[in-house]
């Protein structure tokens, strides 16, 4: 069974860093499209980043220039690097990929930005 894992979210301060991990089990993420999605309380799922097979990487406006997405295709892992974080960063992170049509997530990791 696929199974994505995020993990690396925490407690920070206002313009502090954090890195994101997606880790991926039955499934090869350097194939794929992985795409990183964020939710907030009481708000809608906002589309963060994504890294296609080719290695394009693309950015919301809002975190343009703060994030970074990558990959290690060794570890089969996505990593969200965040830098000069906002408290309207606060948010649950997921990570999905799509095989054969079908979209696999993770849990989801908190990622809270305390001013």
């Known amino acids: 069974q696929v199974e994505l894992v995020e993990s690396g979210g925490g407690l920070v301060q206002v313009g502090g860093s954090l890195r994101l991990s997606c880790t991926a089990s039955?499934?090869?993420?350097?194939?794929?499209?992985v795409t990183w999605y964020r939710q907030a309380p009481g708000k809608e799922r906002e589309w963060v980043a994504v890294i296609v097979s080719g290695g394009v990487r693309k950015y919301a406006d809002s975190v343009n220039g703060r994030f970074a997405i990558s990959r290690d295709n060794e570890k089969n892992t996505v990593f969200l690097q965040m830098n000069n974080l906002k408290p309207e960063d606060t948010a649950i992170y997921y990570c999905t990929t799509t095989r054969l049509n079908r979209e696999y997530w993770g849990q989801g990791t908190q990622v809270t930005v305390s001013s």
């Open positions: 039955r499934i090869v993420l350097s194939t794929n499209a």
